[in-house]
T-cell receptor, first 114, second 113 residues
Framework: NAGVTQTPKFQVLKTGQSMTLQCAQD?????MYWYRQDPGMGLRLIYY???????DKGEVPNGYNVSRLNKREFSLRLESAAPSQTSVYFC?????????????FGPGTRLLVL | AQTVTQSQPEMSVQEAETVTLSCTYD???????LFWYKQPPSRQMILVIR??????QNATENRFSVNFQKAAKSFSLKISDSQLGDAAMYFC??????????FGQGTRLTINP
């Protein structure tokens, strides 16, 4: 049981390049999330997926697209990277049940856009 | 929109002492969850403790406990017998609609040996 995994761990892009951040979870959770964390700040929601086949915008969706490929995988795509997208990106999935709900986070992807 | 405020950018405590981190939030909802997450230098987000708003009893997890004041919209974290491994950024978070989390700005906790 690996939990939430993210690839890559670190990436450097030039302005205008595109890339996809991958996220997978093996806990059979329905909901998945993408957050970004800028220096000295808490996490802000980019996009989320409440279930397979659905996606919705969060607080800061501009410049990003997402795909919920299946129940396990939720990818984040930057079509044309900008320096303002330099950040640490976290994927999370949501465990729900009678004991309550908890989001479990991946290890993060550090992205530097030059 | 819900907001979460952590008014202490940095805190420090002597090893083995007790420290309290503050958090306030703003919401019109009556049913929600509140969380404290720990982020060590590895950047991993680790759940410390969770509180359901409908529960009057404050949550406790070993050395970590909360003081949940629903009317005051306050949710502080108390760490007892502080250990060097507790040094990290601590984030308070509120569970918004669709289970989205709204985070505070964080408090950097330093443990002095």
């Amino acid at each position: 049981n690996a939990g939430v995994t993210q690839t890559p761990k670190f990436q450097v892009l030039k302005t205008g390049q595109s890339m996809t951040l991958q996220c997978a979870q093996d806990m059979n959770h329905n909901s998945m999330y993408w957050y970004r964390q800028d220096p000295g700040m808490g996490l802000r929601l980019i996009y989320y997926s409440a279930s397979e086949g659905t996606t919705d915008k969060g607080e800061v969706p501009n410049g990003y697209n997402v795909s919920r490929l299946n129940k396990r995988e939720f990818s984040l795509r930057l079509e044309s990277a900008a320096p303002s997208q330099t950040s640490v990106y976290f994927c999370a999935s949501l465990k729900t049940g009678w004991v309550g709900e908890t989001q479990y986070f991946g290890p993060g992807t550090r992205l530097l856009v030059l | 929109a819900q907001t979460v405020t952590q008014s202490q950018p940095e805190m420090s405590v002597q090893e083995a002492e007790t420290v309290t981190l503050s958090c306030t939030y703003d919401t019109s909802e009556s049913d929600y969850y509140l969380f404290w997450y720990k982020q060590p230098p590895s950047r991993q987000m680790i759940l410390v403790i969770r509180q359901e708003a409908y529960k009057q009893q404050n949550a406790t997890e070993n050395r970590f406990s909360v003081n949940f004041q629903k009317a005051a919209k306050s949710f502080s974290l108390k760490i007892s017998d502080s250990q060097l491994g507790d040094a990290a950024m601590y984030f308070c978070a509120y569970r918004s609609d669709a289970q989205k989390l709204v985070f505070g700005q964080g408090t950097r906790l330093t443990i002095n040996p």
